[in-house]
């Protein structure tokens, strides 16, 4: 079993996926868009099942991107309704799963019945010690970016922080996602090879593992085979494969 493959030693702290390919799968599947958004739902249960399982930290799931609000109405409805059941349905699983939920974006985008159901999430998961499950909700990496400037300038301008002071770590602090570790793992589904403005600063020596498997088809399984791939790459950071191996 693949499970059995997955080295418990060196199981990446931070695994961040683009759950992409759920219109592709309903049309495959002769069917509408929504459908596929909805059948979506059973691959994240599985890889937060998955990720739990191996002792993975923090699992952050890129589930609706700034650029998502320009989708169709009635699609950008849906998917607001779906998001608004799956927590409802799935608030006691995650607790049974000492699950943590969490989210970085612009909530307040959302409608009012959304922001309500995603505080009581997080209200009720936020004593438990496992997986930390971060949802990326109306979210994208040039707008953690610009909003992290934005109380950067206004910090300064009341002098708590100096030019001098601003640099990688304290930049951090200005991001939404400030206490979480980078991703050492990057997920893509459904054959896309690129990052649609997902964690763009903090993907900066992520290893990115990409896979046709459409967001419904990917279960736990297919989880695991990203690690095993992950685990055997060598990451340098900049410095030589003799430095590393030394
Ligand atoms: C990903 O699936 C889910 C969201 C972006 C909300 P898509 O809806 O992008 O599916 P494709 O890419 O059209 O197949
Ligand atoms: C990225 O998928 C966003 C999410 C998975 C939530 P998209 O399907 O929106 O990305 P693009 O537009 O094809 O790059
Ligand atoms: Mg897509």
Known sequence: MIIDQV???RIPRHVAVIMDGNGRWAELHGND????HRQGVDAVRSIVEGAGEIGIEYLTLYAFSTENWNRPKEEV???MSLLVDAIVQEIDNLNEKN????VVGNIFCFPDQ???KLSEAIESTSANTGLNLVLALSYSGRWEILEAVRKIVRDAQEGVISEEDINDKTFVNYLSSFEIPDPELLIRTSGEFRISNFLLWQIAYSEFYFTPILWPDFRKENLYEAIVDFQGRERRFGKTSEQIRS
Do not use: E, P
């Open 114 to 116: 959304v922001q309500v």
């Open 33 to 36: 868009r929504i459908y596929g």
């Open 7 to 9: 080295n418990r030693d």
């Open 99 to 102: 699950v943590r939920m969490r």
């Open 77 to 79: 409805d849906a998917l």
